[in-house]
């Protein structure tokens, strides 16, 4: 496979449920994040790893939580969530994070929280 | 607060020429990115500029205005392929980028 690639591609989920996103990139790049988008809404970032470390964390619920096992895999484990996190969750990777190359985004889970 | 305004929607003709403009306020400036999703797709990168001037890429290009704030596409021979969203972002001085909401281009026949 190439690029990047996010399993499962649709997701509906109870909200005591706990569920995990995946995702998985094949472009060498040292960075990877998740983000959350929500119709007419702007991207909202979530999560940055860079080299592995996470390096950004804007002001997520806890009930999202990232893991990278290395560079090139990405999770969002997912648990007691609430209906107004459906959305469609996007990963994306890039070269590294501090540098002028574009983000290469996989297809996204779309997540539906019932 | 950092902001970055688009038209929600547009409409335009095929084969027409079609300019989505892109105004920001953000906290330092580090590049701005075009990109490019259809309905239920990944985005996908269409173009970046970081100085002031036109960026031409075959039937895109991508205008900007540092000392304005401002930024465009524009397509030219639309094609029905290129409905779509189009998301212009920028990147801050942490390097971080900050989204538009996207402009939906309709095209007609």
């Known amino acids: 496979e190439t690029g990047v690639t996010q399993t499962p591609r649709h997701l509906v989920m109870g909200m005591t449920n706990k569920k995990s996103l995946k995702c998985e990139q094949h472009l060498g790049h040292n960075a990877m994040y998740w983000y959350k988008q929500s119709a007419k809404k702007p991207l909202e970032l979530m999560f940055v790893?860079?080299?592995?470390?996470?390096?950004e964390n804007n002001s997520v619920p806890s009930r999202f939580s990232p893991e990278c096992p290395n560079s090139s895999h990405l999770f969002l484990h997912l648990h007691t969530l609430q209906p107004e996190d459906s959305a469609l969750y996007l990963c994306?990777?890039?070269?590294?994070?501090?540098?002028?190359?574009?983000?290469?985004f996989g297809p996204g889970t779309r997540l539906t929280v019932t | 607060g950092q902001n970055i305004d688009q038209p929600t929607e547009m409409t335009a003709t095929e084969g027409a020429i079609v300019q989505i403009n892109c105004t920001y306020q953000?906290?330092?400036?580090?590049?701005l990115f075009w990109y490019q999703q259809h309905a239920g797709e990944a985005p996908t990168f269409l173009s970046y500029n970081v100085l002031d001037g036109l960026e031409e890429k075959g039937r895109f290009s991508s205008f900007l205005s540092r000392s304005k704030g401002y930024s465009y596409l524009l397509l030219k021979e639309l094609q029905m392929k290129d409905s779509a969203s189009y998301l212009c972002?920028?990147?801050?001085?942490?390097?971080?980028?900050?989204w538009g909401a996207g402009t939906k281009l309709i095209i007609k026949p």
């Open positions: 790893y860079n080299f592995k470390e996470q390096t």
């Open positions: 994306a990777s890039s070269q590294d994070q501090d540098s002028s190359y574009e983000q290469y």
């Open positions: 953000t906290s330092g400036f580090n590049g």
């Open positions: 972002a920028v990147r801050d001085s942490n390097y971080q980028l900050i």
